[in-house]
């Protein structure tokens, strides 16, 4: 009888299989000397620019002045001579489409050059812009496929990078995709909108305060992300994970995380090698990788680089992830960054660390360490409080994604309820500015630790809450509802936007009550008891996972949006659209286009695993069940034919009755994913969540049932127990 052979034989490959670890010597390499080597940064641009070109480069940069058209011709050039020498032979516009992923098409320096041979060329013209066909990126309808133009254009306040490649390099110019009539067919022009929204509102109070130095305000982001390495050998029998990212069966292994001793324990050394090898990368384009650690989960990992502009922070997020794949496969392992892969262990997310901040240097949510005296902080802080009690829906819709679903509202960190938490010392502020005016701040003083040898510790003034969805920490907000495979554009996006209207309300309040005579104190003193009564509904500082949070948010009439399919129609709500067209972050269209491409990704997502489910149900699942039934069966009948009742009758009744459950609940799956549902696109999502869903889940439990009852030699897919532990 054939068994599971190819799980065993997988088995004693990966046991047997060296990876060389040893790739990189930091002895002789300096680190100095390569950070940044493959940018396009400042010091290139200012050694290989003329010197009027580059100061102009140079106020687009830094100062959001618009591009001088008249220097981009001399641009090209020298990025060009750059890239070659740097090894490249072709450049690529790259960009970030509605998919969710990047983008590219590269294109060659070199044509002939008249005569018989070859030269390169690269203009302003194609510096600027580039004309990718858009037809086959979703657009939700902003195009029709005869349609198909679409045009990406430079992004000068993102470097342009070398990307080395096997057998060559290219150079890569970071781009924002538009349609042919304007509208944004990508994640980084309505980012950049939005920051442009902040920056204009933070300004005004900046003003009022006497700021006349700054000229821009950035928000800036840092971004945790979570990750699982597992052995590639097992990724090959698993077509849920090749085509879906995570397991649509796998039985709960006997070890998960419950003994806690994953979490910042010692670092497998192929996983190091991993870390150390992607942080090299990340040295080279110029993005400050700075943690590496160990996650809770058996096989997950989490990388944080130093916070930057949140325009670059996007774009060296997006590199990361690739990095992150790339790498891992070079020692045989997969980067599943999936927001849950494995059921029943925790699932990976992507911290946001977010904050807004001067062109000249000044974190506008730094509290100091008198944070009741402080007035400014406590503006902007309060801003960002009063934005997510106004417009908590759209923080959560932010995040919306059939696989982040997995997370948010399903018993896992965060909860899909949006608040906010802000420790005890500003909890304390915020209760004294609502009874009137802050008059005291409560100081952290020191630790003791009880051993004298120790230094004595300052003790931060307000602790941690590791279950909240936006937390205040020490400086910046940290909205940890983000998805682990996010581009997270979207939720900057949303969260400056949301940000933008609450200083734009302030500032017009604070501005009329100048006007008409009273100071700024007086003038704050009034509006902030005002906001904080209005928004303080939204402040937690509890534990978000309980059910009596779940009550209490209802109570108190916080948003509860479930699932990406609840989220949907708040896109095209009044409200959003007046928000986003007041700031001009989204267009009427390009949000209705974004309720389409999103409802559209949900669906295909879930068919894609629907399918995927049924094909390992019916020819792997299935299959080794009924061949385990039939070694039962000979058992039985063999032991008749001795004249003895065999103990694997009962066996065999389990099985059978296993076999025809599994059976039931394909066919009912098969079903759901067969009838023709009326409507909209998002009539489907609803259908593919409330039925497709649904049976996928029962056809999960029958799939895993069986997986636990039959013999192990038989069993087909590579379990939860080898794959998160072997994969070391
Ligand atoms: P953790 O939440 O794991 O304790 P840290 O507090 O060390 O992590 O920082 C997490 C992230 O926050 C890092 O990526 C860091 O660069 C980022 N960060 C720190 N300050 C800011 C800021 N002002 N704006 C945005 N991100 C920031
Ligand atoms: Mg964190």
Redesign the pocket.
């Known amino acids: 009888m054939g068994g599971a052979t190819s799980r065993q034989e997988t088995i004693s490959a990966l046991v047997a299989s060296k990876v060389v670890l040893n790739r990189l010597n930091y002895r002789e390499i300096s680190c100095k000397s390569i950070y940044g080597c493959n940018v396009f940064n400042e010091d290139v641009q200012k050694a290989r620019l003329p010197k009027p070109v580059f100061k102009a480069l140079q106020k687009t940069i830094k100062l959001g002045q618009p591009l001088d058209p008249g220097i981009a011709d001399s641009v090209a050039a020298a990025m060009r001579d750059w890239a070659i020498e740097k090894g490249a032979t072709h450049y690529c516009h790259w960009f970030q489409p509605m998919t969710g992923a990047t983008a590219e098409k590269h294109d060659s320096f070199f044509g002939p050059d008249g005569g018989s041979g070859t030269a390169a060329e690269f203009s302003g013209k194609e510096l600027i812009k580039g004309e990718p066909d858009a037809s086959s990126f979703p657009s939700g309808g902003l195009r029709a496929t005869f349609e198909a133009r679409g045009y990406t254009a430079w992004d000068p306040t993102s470097p342009a990078f070398i990307l080395e490649q096997p057998n060559g390099a290219t150079l890569v110019i970071p781009t924002a995709f538009l349609s042919w009539t304007g509208e944004a067919l990508d994640k980084k022009t309505p980012l950049l909108r939005s920051m442009e929204a902040l920056s204009t509102q933070a300004l005004r109070i900046l003003r009022l305060f006497g700021n006349t130095e700054a000229t821009k305000v950035f928000t800036t982001v840092g971004t ?1 992300q979570e990750y699982f390495l597992i052995d590639k050998h097992f990724i090959a029998l698993r077509p849920d994970i090749i085509n879906c990212g995570r397991t649509l069966f796998g039985a709960r292994p006997p070890k998960g995380q419950e003994l806690e001793d994953q979490y910042f324990a010692s670092i497998p050394e192929r996983v190091v090698a991993i870390m150390a090898e992607v942080e090299h990368e990340c040295m080279k384009l110029g993005i400050p990788a700075k943690t590496r650690h160990n996650e809770v989960a058996p096989a997950q990992y989490e990388l944080a680089p130093i916070f930057e502009l949140s325009n670059l922070a996007v774009d060296h997020q997006m590199m990361t992830m690739e990095i992150l794949r790339k790498t891992a496969e070079k020692y045989g392992m997969a980067c599943l960054l999936h927001e849950k892969p494995f059921a029943g262990i925790n699932g990976s997310g992507k ?1 946001n ?1 977010w904050s807004m901040s001067t062109d000249t240097g000044e974190n506008l949510l730094n509290p100091g360490d008198t944070p009741h005296d402080n007035a400014q902080f406590l503006i902007f802080c309060a801003a960002c409080i009063r934005a997510v009690a106004r417009y908590g829906g759209l923080l959560r819709l932010s995040v919306c994604g059939a696989s982040n679903d997995h997370r948010l509202g399903a018993n896992e960190a965060p909860p899909a309820i949006m608040s906010v938490f802000l420790g005890s010392q500003l909890t304390d502020v915020v209760e004294q500015i609502e009874k009137g005016a802050a008059k005291t701040s409560k100081a952290g003083g020191m630790f003791e630790t009880g051993v004298s040898v120790l230094p004595k510790l300052p003790r931060d003034a307000g602790d941690r809450n590791r279950t909240s969805p936006f937390a205040f920490t020490g400086n910046k907000f ?1 909205f ?1 509802a983000v998805g682990s495979s996010q581009n997270p554009a979207g939720a900057n996006t949303i969260l400056n936007t949301m940000v933008a209207e609450s200083l734009d309300y302030m500032a017009t309040e604070l501005e009329k009550a100048i006007k008409s005579g009273k100071t700024l104190n007086t003038a704050i003193q009034d509006m902030l008891p005002k906001i904080i009564k209005e928004s303080k509904h939204v402040i937690f500082n509890g534990d978000n996972y309980t059910e009596e949070w779940h009550k209490e948010a209802e109570k108190r009439g916080l948003p509860n949006l479930k699932n990406t399919v609840d989220c949907l129609p708040l896109i095209t709500e009044k409200g959003t659209i007046d928000l986003f067209t007041k700031y001009k972050v989204y267009t009427k269209r390009e949000l209705e286009s974004r309720a389409v491409i999103f409802a559209e990704a949900y669906v295909k997502t879930l068919t894609i695993e629907a399918n995927t489910m049924l094909m390992m149900a019916k020819t792997m699942i299935l299959p080794s069940a009924i061949r385990y039934q039939t070694e039962l069966a000979q058992a039985v009948a063999s032991g008749k034919a001795a004249g003895i009742e065999s103990p694997a009758y009962e066996t065999l009744k389990a099985v059978v009755e296993a076999i025809v459950d599994c059976q039931k609940k394909t066919a009912a799956l098969e079903k759901a994913c067969s009838h023709h549902v009326e409507g909209e696109v998002y009539d489907h999502a609803k259908y593919a969540r409330d039925k497709v869903f649904a049976a996928m889940g029962e056809l999960r439990k029958t799939g895993d049932k069986i997986e636990t009852m039959i013999a192990d030699d038989l069993w087909p897919l590579p379990t939860y127990r080898e794959m998160l532990f072997l994969s070391r």
Do not use: I, M, T, V
């Open positions: 945790e911290h660390n940290e940890r």
